[in-house]
């Protein structure tokens, strides 16, 4: 029997076993990533993405369509992880647009949310590159419009048609890219989009299993009083958060009403609104003003409480005995502050060294969501901050941050590489202007050459090389330059291609799996053999990659 629509809460369905679908694929979506170094995480981005909406709409209790829209748009927004992450957020928030107003999906109504889907994706990407996951969602967005302007209304050979097609694009996206062509694989995250959609399908054929997304335990926001001092020392004792989803945009005024009486109440302010939502961290003596206050904004969502005062006094309990510290006062606002991301214990104190607000642990193993960069920027009391995303699978989720913080100016320096961030930091100037210094770290960055050591974790063939699971790779700013089965021999032979006659200083930056004294013995061997470089040794304490290398 014909399906000619659905409804909200066949679409809610459809989505949480989409997600339980890419979620079982992950890891083999990981292992089509062209580049065989051990952080491949497309699946795991996109999985995290689209976990971070499913928790939500699994929290709805019969929604409509509109709630539901919101659950999905903003829930993916803000946990959008990595390119693929983001692109997959982008992709659902123009698709919900297109459904919102409807309490009946049909043919036309779907097809009409894919085009808006594909079309919100494209914006959000500064230069599309076909053979993606754009090109595969594109030719489902252009079947669907095909399928609708012939008349088809059965959903279900609505379905089959485009995933036959997607399916289709998929397999030619290695025609496309070359470099796909070479690894043998389709592009991942073409992949992991149609792993959603397959499971949305089945959903709606009646073959999936419930799918019950567990929610994780909260992290505990250290916003705890400092050891030795006394509870009353507190003055507003719950740290309290949630999430607006508000009915239509609140206008500014309303933006500022709400802020100040929040601030009437409590302390430790920070509002982020964008279209759809408003995030809200207050400290208070009674979160349930704050509450009745928010709802009349909208429904509240991610609500969470905590009692300071009661993780002071278990501070206190842990640490009797040690000597009583002051509070920590509150730092007084400047004009410019950075959030870096990074990973390794030696590079995050380098950037703290060098001035760094807000460190984000993470980057080449796990990228950081829209919702940490979010929070980190509220931390900084400054009128500008600058994001060094410090990876190239980072800077989306920095510039959709930043677009969606209205309090302060957000700068995302786009920073590729740690050496690239350490660069564009050290180039600040306080007494130079945002835009100054946004110029110059511009400028200074595109004068860095970066390198990475890192290991083969499958058999392939990149570019003509052809590289055996185990190897030692040698990768710089234009892709992999050194294969060898010998560490010491793929460090020079990058070295070797990094340096020219005009490269005057070397920094490398040794990973957690490489003892101090064995960095000394790289250090000297690569002075003799290139003595005119000036090197220069720190310990990074960075995962995955046995070196990182600057050439400047």
Not at 242 to 258: D, R
Not at 271 to 287: L, S
Not at 510 to 537: C, H, Q, S, V
């Amino acid at each position: 029997m014909a399906c000619n629509y659905i409804d909200a809460g066949m679409i809610a369905k459809m989505f949480l076993a989409g997600a339980k679908n890419l979620e079982a694929k992950k890891e083999w979506i990981n292992e089509l990533n062209v580049f065989p170094v051990p952080d491949g995480d497309t699946g795991t981005n996109m999985t995290m993405t689209v976990l971070s909406a499913a928790r939500e709409v699994a929290a709805l209790t019969d929604p409509d369509m509109k709630e539901l829209s919101r659950a999905i748009a903003s829930g993916s927004l803000r946990g959008a992880r990595g390119n693929s992450g983001v692109i997959l957020s982008q992709l659902f928030r123009g698709f919900t647009k297109g459904i919102e107003g409807h309490t009946k999906v049909t043919v036309p109504v779907m097809a009409d949310a894919f085009t808006k889907a594909v079309e919100t994706a494209y914006k959000a990407v500064m230069k599309p590159k076909e053979g993606t996951i754009l090109t595969v969602a594109r030719s489902g967005a252009e079947k669907a419009a095909q399928l609708s302007e012939e008349g088809e209304q059965d959903l279900e050979v609505f379905f089959r048609e485009i995933l036959e097609y997607m399916e289709y694009t998929l397999n030619q996206t290695p025609e496309i890219l070359p470099v796909l062509a070479q690894a043998g694989v389709v592009d991942s995250g073409g992949q992991g989009l149609l792993e959603v959609l397959k499971g949305a399908v089945d959903a709606f054929l009646g073959k999936e299993t419930a799918y019950s997304p567990v929610l994780p335990v909260a992290e505990t926001r250290k916003t705890q009083a400092p050891a030795g001092t006394q509870a009353a020392d507190i003055r507003f004792g719950y740290c309290t958060e949630f999430i607006i989803m508000t009915e239509q945009p609140v206008e500014k005024a309303g933006e500022n009403a709400l802020k100040a009486y929040l601030e009437s109440i409590g302390d430790s302010l920070v509002v982020v609104a964008d279209e759809e939502v408003i995030k809200v961290h207050v400290h208070t003596n009674d979160p349930g003003l704050a509450i009745q206050k928010a709802l009349t904004y909208g429904a509240l969502s991610n609500m969470k409480i905590d009692n300071m005062r009661l993780e002071h006094q278990e501070k206190l309990f842990q640490q009797a005995g040690k000597k009583a510290q002051e509070p920590e006062e509150q730092k007084p606002k400047k004009s410019m502050g950075f959030v870096a991301v990074c990973a390794g214990e030696g590079l995050c104190r380098i950037f703290r060294e060098l001035g760094a607000d807000e460190i984000i642990e993470g980057g080449q193993t796990m990228n950081p969501s829209t919702e940490d960069m979010l929070q980190a920027i509220g931390k900084i009391n400054a009128d500008t901050v600058f994001i060094l995303p410090n990876n190239k699978n980072v800077v989306m989720a920095a510039e959709q941050a930043r677009d969606m913080t209205k309090q302060k100016k957000v700068v995302v320096i786009p920073t590729y590489s740690v050496p690239q961030g350490i660069t564009a930091i050290v180039s600040y100037v306080p007494e130079l202007s945002a835009a100054e210094n946004e110029s110059t770290m511009l400028e200074e960055i595109g004068h860095v050459k970066s390198g990475q050591i890192t290991y083969a974790v499958r058999d392939t063939s990149v570019n003509g090389r052809e590289i055996r699971q185990g190897d030692y790779m040698g990768i710089d700013d234009s892709g992999i330059v050194a294969v060898n089965s010998h560490l010491e021999r793929t460090v020079l032979e990058t070295v070797g291609v990094m340096a020219d006659d005009g490269t005057e200083l070397l920094s490398i930056y040794y990973g957690k799996e490489i003892k101090p004294e064995d960095a000394e013995t790289m250090k000297e061997k690569i002075g003799r053999k290139y003595p005119k470089l000036d090197i220069e040794l720190q310990d990074g304490g960075q995962p995955v990659y046995y070196y990182l290398l600057s050439a400047e």
